[in-house]
């Protein structure tokens, strides 16, 4: 098992940046797939971002590719998901996600483990 911690979210303006991290206790952390996922007041956990194990392999949705990156540093057990340009639209709260068995996929019922979330407000 993994257990997976997430921070860094916060009130920023339109425009503006911020660094989330997620850190990981338990069992490796090089042996999971990441990903970063939103759930926003009324709708469905959308899909964000994931990373492969080594950290070579990133994909993005469409929403946030230019704007975001995942990143991971395994030595430290963390995940990151840089956020720059940041809009209205990005206000949710985010959640990163362990895979053991597969690799750098999109859907949220094929992660294993969750964290508690931390909340991104982008304000106008």
């Known amino acids: 098992q993994v257990q997976l911690v997430e921070s860094g979210g916060g009130l920023v303006q339109a425009g503006g940046s911020l660094r989330l991290s997620c850190t990981a206790s338990?069992?490796?952390?090089?042996?999971?797939?990441m990903g970063w996922f939103r759930q926003a007041p009324g709708k469905e956990r959308e899909f964000v971002a994931t990373i492969s194990r080594t950290g070579v392999g990133t994909f993005y949705a469409d929403s946030v590719k230019g704007r975001f990156t995942i990143s991971r540093d395994n030595a430290k057990n963390t995940l990151y998901l840089q956020m720059n340009s940041l809009k209205p639209e990005d206000t949710a709260v985010y959640y990163c996600?362990?895979?053991?068995?597969?690799?750098?996929?999109?859907?949220?019922?094929?992660?294993?483990?969750w964290g508690q979330g931390t909340q991104v407000t982008v304000s106008s």
């Open positions: 338990g069992r490796a952390f090089s042996s999971y797939s």
């Open positions: 996600s362990a895979d053991s068995r597969r690799n750098m996929v999109v859907r949220a019922d094929e992660y294993d483990y």
